[in-house]
């Protein structure tokens, strides 16, 4: 309660003192030694008094200053501003303010990622985030109380459809004042594209439209300039692939890029990947078919151990599969279906009946939890108020199965 308290008290500052949105902090290069930090100004304001950004290692290091860019929000009057850091030291604390003039707009914290593999290390994943801003807000409490070392973000993020600016600067304010750790700090992400960022939020496996149709998720995010498709890889114990699942890509011309940076990462302990339209859903919607034939035998043989889907309004967590049934031992685990901030769609009371590969299934809004240790990963599905309500473990498929 303290907590949603707070960020009401934030969010009415920020209302009140001017219009500068964020920042949100993205990893788009090395989580151990870099971080952007983004921001929106919906006035000129900035135009006339450049913004100061400045930063340093906590602990009495000095204070640094980091150049500051700026581009258009997508169509809008709109501008973002970042800054994009690196040369950092890994599984350490920073201080950051940001200045316009000689007026301080803010300062916060953030941390970067651990070189070597940390037991018990911890992220959040989930997405179709904003469909009410208490939805948003909620959640993005539940995932700073959690604790994780960064956001995994599976589209649909402020539902804004390619044309409303104006929920994006929603979705920041929310996300930059509710998703704090607790330790303060601010919650980096990996935005992954969803249908509902482009317009027309169609799914268009085969034809999908260019990336002008999602100007504000391209104006907005870092690491995009060879479209939404990316990899992370902390150190080398731990890798995220994010696809685009038909919404500015079409699906198969991404296939042997998909091929050679699993093949590239086969090493790693720890193999996820993340898209949006599910490949095995709940049956709210068709199952991308696209997707079991291009890319899930290619999870299969390079040993990826969970694909995080979104895109359906539901929860479901599939059997270890392996060409669509079930294999405990060499199947990979599919998580979703994006309920983060969305109302949810009904399933049937039977359905894993009527879908033998689907092991938990539920009309329930929820982020997963991913905790990583040596000799398990533990999954769990939780409410915005805490509850667990679906809880898994697998042994990491690089150490053989269940």
């Known amino acids: 309660?303290?907590?949603?308290?707070?960020?009401?008290?934030?969010?009415?500052?920020?209302?009140?003192?001017?219009?500068?949105?964020?920042?949100?902090?993205?990893?788009?290069?090395?989580?151990?030694?870099?971080?952007?930090?983004?921001?929106?100004?919906?006035?000129?304001?900035?135009?006339?008094?450049p913004f100061i950004f400045t930063y340093r290692k906590t602990g009495g290091a000095e204070w640094l200053n980091s150049k500051v860019e700026t581009r258009p929000f997508g169509p809008t009057k709109h501008r973002v501003y970042?800054?994009?850091?690196?040369?950092?030291?890994?599984?350490?604390?920073?201080?950051?303010?940001?200045?316009?003039?000689?007026?301080?707009i803010g300062s916060w914290f953030f941390k970067t990622a651990p070189k070597l593999f940390k037991e018990g290390m911890s992220f959040v994943t989930g997405g179709d985030m904003f469909h009410t801003r208490e939805m948003?807000?909620?959640?993005?409490?539940?995932?700073?109380?959690?604790?994780?070392?960064?956001?995994?973000?599976?589209?649909?993020?402020?539902?804004?459809n390619g044309v409303d600016g104006d929920r994006w600067l929603e979705w920041v304010e929310s996300w930059s004042k509710c998703a704090i750790t607790l330790e303060g700090c601010m919650i980096p992400m990996i935005p992954v594209i969803g249908n509902h960022e482009v317009k027309g939020a169609a799914y268009r496996p085969?034809?999908?439209?260019?990336?002008?149709?999602?100007?504000?998720?391209?104006?907005?995010?870092?690491?995009?300039?060879?479209?939404s498709k990316f990899t992370i890889d902390f150190g080398k114990y731990l890798?995220?692939?994010?696809?685009?699942?038909?919404?500015?890509?079409?699906?198969?011309?991404?296939?042997?890029?998909?091929?050679r940076v699993l093949h590239e990462r086969k090493a790693f302990p720890f193999k996820f990947v993340c898209y949006h339209r599910p490949a095995w859903g709940t049956g709210v919607k068709n199952d991308a078919v696209e997707i079991q034939r291009a890319w899930c035998p290619l999870f299969e043989e390079f040993g990826v151990d969970a694909v995080f889907e979104n895109d359906h309004h539901t929860y479901k967590r599939t059997?270890?599969?392996?060409?669509?049934?079930?294999?405990?031992?060499?199947?990979?685990?599919?998580?979703?279906?994006?309920?983060?901030?969305?109302r949810t769609r009904a399933i049937g009371p039977d359905i894993e009946k009527q879908r033998p590969f689907l092991a938990k299934a539920a009309s329930t809004n929820h982020l997963i939890k991913v905790?990583?240790?040596?000799?398990?990963?533990?999954?769990?599905?939780i409410t915005a108020a805490g509850v667990r309500f679906d809880v898994a473990e697998k042994a990491p498929r690089s150490k053989g199965g269940q």
């Not at 303290?2 to 001017?18: D, E, H, K, M, S």
């Not at 999908?208 to 391209?218: D, G, K, N």
């Not at 890798?239 to 890029?257: C, F, M």
């Not at 905790?371 to 599905?381: Q, T, V």
């Open 319 to 342: 059997y270890p599969l392996r060409a669509g049934k079930r294999d405990n031992e060499n199947g990979v685990v599919y998580l979703g279906d994006g309920a983060w901030g969305t």
């Open 239 to 259: 890798t995220v692939v994010a696809l685009d699942s038909g919404h500015t890509e079409n699906i198969k011309p991404q296939t042997p890029w998909l091929r």
């Open 82 to 104: 970042s800054t994009d850091l690196s040369g950092l030291d890994p599984d350490s604390r920073y201080n950051f303010k940001i200045l316009q003039g000689d007026r301080l």
């Open 136 to 160: 948003l807000d909620g959640m993005n409490l539940r995932a700073g109380t959690e604790n994780p070392l960064f956001a995994l973000l599976g589209g649909d993020l402020a539902y804004a």
């Open 1 to 49: 309660m303290i907590r949603i308290l707070l960020c009401a008290i934030f969010l009415q500052t920020l209302t009140a003192v001017g219009a500068v949105h964020g920042p949100i902090c993205q990893w788009h290069q090395d989580p151990c030694s870099s971080m952007a930090v983004h921001w929106i100004e919906s006035s000129a304001a900035a135009q006339e008094r």
């Open 206 to 227: 085969n034809d999908a439209p260019p990336r002008s149709e999602a100007p504000f998720f391209y104006s907005l995010f870092f690491g995009m300039k060879e479209g």
């Open 371 to 381: 905790i990583l240790k040596d000799s398990k990963i533990r999954y769990e599905a």
